[in-house]
């Protein structure tokens, strides 16, 4: 069997008067197993909502709490179970990112040491209900690698292929892209690097000023996004891409929102 990169969606987000956005994650599908980047809303977040996410969040930002969406619901209309995800890649630990972790519980979850430091403080954008299961975090904190000009970090998984955490830190201090080779092709997913796709070509796009304002440390954000930028466009022959919120850049195959809701 080769490997396979498939695209999902694992979440929907809708907070009028803006449109619907997505949460937009990667199954690396190998005879060794599933791996995911990114979970999305899980089933205990549809389960228990204002513990797991909290109504501020909800409201601000618009989960909407839909069980064919999860990710264990899709892998599972794959033909698979919740033990054959081995690995899972974190860009970073905000809500709509990690709500699945726990419907993966033997899974080892990656993401940088500087994400996991702030993990473990009070800052309110993480909700600790959502690590209460306690992921089998393994943590990386060298760049050890270079990739197309970007330092990396290679990420030690169960399936033997190329995948890194590329640092583009600002949306949270430890926020990273991951990269994934198969079958001699790259995939970057960016994370929330950018919200939307036209971020990459018009600095001034309207939703850089809700970027911003969900920023840790909004001049480290612009400087990944810039980073980020001069890649694509001086390799982006080498490798496809796609962030986490822009519908636009979800398959034709993946349902809508006006089809789930």
């Given at each position: 069997m080769?490997?396979?990169?498939?695209?999902?969606n694992f979440?929907?987000?809708?907070?009028?008067?803006?449109?619907?956005?997505?949460?937009?994650?990667?199954?690396?599908?190998?005879?060794?197993?599933?791996?995911?980047v990114?979970?999305g809303?899980?089933?205990?977040?549809?389960?228990?909502?204002?513990e797991?996410v909290?109504?501020?969040a909800i409201?601000?930002?618009?989960?909407?709490?839909?069980?064919?969406?999860?990710?264990?619901a899709?892998i599972?209309?794959?033909g698979?179970s919740?033990?054959?995800v081995t690995d899972?890649?974190?860009?970073?630990?905000?809500?709509?990112?990690?709500?699945?972790?726990a419907?993966?519980?033997?899974?080892?979850?990656?993401?940088s040491?500087?994400?996991?430091?702030?993990?473990?403080t009070?800052?309110?954008?993480?909700?600790?209900?959502?690590?209460s299961?306690?992921?089998?975090?393994?943590?990386?904190?060298?760049n050890d690698?270079?990739?197309?000009?970007?330092?990396?970090?290679?990420?030690?998984?169960?399936?033997?292929?190329?995948?890194?955490?590329?640092?583009?830190?600002?949306?949270?201090?430890?926020?990273?892209?991951?990269?994934?080779?198969?079958?001699?092709?790259?995939?970057?997913?960016?994370?929330?690097?950018y919200?939307?796709?036209?971020?990459?070509?018009d600095p001034?796009?309207?939703?850089?000023e809700?970027?911003?304002f969900?920023a840790?440390?909004?001049?480290e954000?612009?400087?990944?996004?810039?980073?980020?930028r001069t890649c694509?466009?001086?390799?982006?022959?080498?490798?496809?891409?796609?962030?986490?919120?822009?519908?636009?850049?979800?398959p034709?195959?993946?349902?809508?929102?006006?089809?789930?809701?």
């Amino acid at each position: 069997m080769k490997t396979e990169l498939l695209h999902a969606n694992f979440g929907w987000l809708h907070a009028p008067p803006f449109p619907p956005a997505c949460c937009h994650c990667l199954i690396i599908r190998s005879e060794a197993g599933l791996m995911l980047v990114d979970t999305g809303i899980g089933m205990q977040d549809i389960a228990s909502p204002e513990e797991r996410v909290g109504s501020e969040a909800i409201q601000a930002a618009g989960f909407q709490f839909i069980e064919s969406v999860t990710a264990l619901a899709q892998i599972q209309q794959l033909g698979y179970s919740a033990a054959n995800v081995t690995d899972i890649m974190l860009t970073h630990g905000d809500p709509d990112h990690v709500g699945g972790l726990a419907d993966f519980p033997e899974a080892r979850v990656h993401l940088s040491a500087e994400e996991k430091q702030q993990l473990e403080t009070d800052d309110p954008r993480y909700r600790s209900a959502q690590f209460s299961h306690r992921p089998q975090w393994v943590t990386y904190d060298i760049n050890d690698a270079d990739w197309f000009g970007m330092p990396s970090r290679c990420v030690d998984t169960a399936v033997n292929i190329d995948v890194r955490l590329i640092p583009l830190p600002g949306h949270t201090s430890g926020h990273c892209g991951v990269a994934v080779q198969t079958e001699g092709d790259w995939f970057l997913h960016v994370g929330d690097a950018y919200y939307l796709r036209g971020e990459l070509t018009d600095p001034q796009h309207p939703i850089g000023e809700l970027a911003a304002f969900r920023a840790t440390d909004n001049a480290e954000r612009l400087t990944s996004l810039t980073r980020l930028r001069t890649c694509i466009d001086e390799h982006g022959d080498s490798f496809a891409y796609c962030g986490y919120h822009d519908t636009s850049e979800l398959p034709a195959s993946v349902p809508t929102f006006e089809q789930v809701r």
